[in-house]
């Protein structure tokens, strides 16, 4: 599947419901919700928090994550954005921001950092 013609479908799906008519803000405010429930599934499989079912978390997690990515491309579509092409730009921006020979060496101090947080 194409992430354009994701796009496009989701824009043309809300609309034959009305749900194209909600506000970017509440669309936006429903994706930090969804991503909260990511969270959620995210701290059971860390152990942060009791699962009474541990074994489903990749399940659970699929679903979430699929919640969150239906509100930001609802988002990006209300606002405009052709997320392709901003998935596109970002390639170039993360390429430059963290050039690959940076890599190793932060990775290297995020490790030492998460050893001994607070030193």
């Known amino acids: ?4 013609d994701y796009q496009a479908w ?8 009305g749900w194209d008519q909600v506000a970017p803000a ?4 429903h994706a930090m919700e969804e991503l909260g429930e990511v969270a959620r599934v995210i701290l059971r499989r860390e152990g942060y ?8 978390w990749q399940v659970e997690l699929r679903e979430e994550l ?6 930001l ?3 990006a579509y209300q606002c405009g954005v052709d997320v392709e ?3 596109r730009a970002g390639m ?17 101090r995020y490790l030492a950092q998460q050893a001994h947080p607070g030193s």
């Open 26 to 29: 509440h669309t936006l405010l």
């Open 85 to 87: 092409d901003a998935l």
């Open 73 to 75: 491309f609802k988002l």
């Open 10 to 17: 989701l824009q043309a799906w809300d609309a034959a419901r």
């Open 66 to 71: 699929s919640d969150v990515f239906v509100f």
């Open 49 to 56: 928090k009791p699962s009474a079912f541990p074994d489903q």
């Open 92 to 108: 170039v921006k993360a390429d430059t921001r963290h050039p690959l020979e940076t890599g190793a060496p932060e990775m290297a």
């Open 1 to 4: 599947m194409k992430i354009r």
